[in-house]
Nanobody
Framework: QVQLVESGGGLVQAGGSLRLSCAAS????????MGWVRQAPGDGREYVAAISVSTGDTHYTDSVKGRFTISRDSAKNTMYLQMNSLKPEDTAVYYC????????????WGQGTQVTVSS
């Protein structure tokens, strides 16, 4: 079992920046991937960014490329999402997620943090 706790959400004007953090605890040695997933009201989940625990390779959905940066501090067991040039369409609840070995998808989720971008 892995516990994930997000922080850093809030209200920001369009063009502004926010940094989300996700602190992981528990059986973190069993993780191979982590990422950020967002969900806006009335929409489905959108996989925003992902990072490999072993290699540090990153992937982004097209809508955030060049604006968002995912990173991880292995010593602190903390993952980050730096969000720049925010747009109103980035408004959503952002979830930290992690995948354990043996699973094809994320099997550990945080409680979510609200990001609201005003126009």
């Amino acid at each position: 079992q892995v516990q994930l706790v997000e922080s850093g959400g809030g209200l920001v004007q369009a063009g502004g920046s926010l940094r989300l953090s996700c602190a992981a605890s528990g059986r973190t040695f069993n993780l191979y991937g982590m990422g950020w997933v967002r969900q806006a009201p009335g929409d489905g989940r959108e996989y925003v960014a992902a990072i490999s625990v072993s290699t540090g390779d990153t992937h982004y959905t097209d809508s955030v490329k060049g604006r968002f940066t995912i990173s991880r501090d292995s010593a602190k067991n903390t993952m980050y999402l730096q969000m720049n040039s925010l747009k109103p369409e980035d408004t959503a609840v952002y979830y930290c997620a992690a995948a354990s070995l043996g699973n094809d998808d994320y099997d550990n989720w945080g409680q979510g943090t609200q990001v609201t971008v005003s126009s």
